[in-house]
């Protein structure tokens, strides 16, 4: 049984950083795609990165301000958020799928399989 579980959502203040983590079981994160979604109250949810094998993907909202990356040992996918802004908040969920990713499917939300609960993250002015 596949699970993620998110954690480091929090309440910052705008221009500071978060890192969320993403821990995978049941399913091994390093060879297939694994992406992060946010999704604001009224909003659509939205991709914002997903990394596959050596492949990084980052929305353009949050290109330059946000990375992804992945630790093979721990199963375990990064979101490592800077200049954070009021617009960044959302809930943030972790995805995976069991293919690979590319352009346009890393950010399309009915392309993955396996959703985590999601982690809170609030920017404040």
């Known amino acids: 049984q596949v699970q993620l579980v998110e954690s480091g959502g929090a309440s910052v203040q705008a221009g500071g950083s978060l890192r969320l983590s993403c821990a995978a079981s049941?399913?091994?994160?390093?060879?297939?795609?694994m992406g992060w979604f946010r999704q604001a109250p009224g909003k659509e949810r939205e991709g914002v990165a997903a990394?596959?094998?050596?492949?990084?993907y980052v929305a353009d909202s949050v290109k330059g301000r946000f990375t992804i990356s992945r630790d093979n040992a721990k199963n375990t996918v990064y979101l490592q958020m800077n200049s954070l802004k009021p617009e960044d908040t959302a809930m943030y969920y972790c995805a995976a799928r069991d293919l690979r990713c590319g352009i346009p499917t890393w950010r399309l939300s009915y392309a993955y399989k396996y959703w985590g609960q999601g982690t809170q993250v609030t920017v404040s002015s």
């Open positions: 049941g399913y091994t994160a390093t060879s297939n795609c």
């Open positions: 990394i596959y094998t050596g492949f990084t």
